[in-house]
């Protein structure tokens, strides 16, 4: 399954760097994004490392996913395809 990241997880003065908000096709409500909490996820940079996190837990109610990963990613992350096992 794949998702894509949708920008950091922030606030009005503060953002958090390993936190991310992701958005999957297939989830379109709060209740179909909670089927995915817990589960891994990976993204794959251009020079093929990869950065792992986890899926923490839903992001509103439209069905978008809050996943922390192990450390921030960079900002050109922002729009790219992020794999969900």
């Known amino acids: 399954m794949q998702g ?3 920008n950091f997880r922030q606030g009005k003065r503060t953002y958090k760097p390993r936190h991310y908000v992701i958005v999957v096709e297939s989830s379109k409500t709060k209740k ?3 089927k995915f909490v817990g589960k891994s996820v990976e993204w794959k940079s251009p020079a093929g490392n990869i950065i792992k996190g986890r899926i923490a ?3 509103g109610n439209k069905g978008a996913l809050r996943a922390i990963m ?4 960079p900002g050109q992350a ?4 992020v ?3």
């Open 4 to 6: 894509i990241i949708a």
């Open 32 to 34: 179909d994004a909670e």
């Open 57 to 59: 837990s839903s992001h």
């Open 70 to 73: 192990e450390r921030g990613l």
């Open 78 to 81: 922002i729009s790219q395809k």
């Open 83 to 85: 794999e969900i096992k």
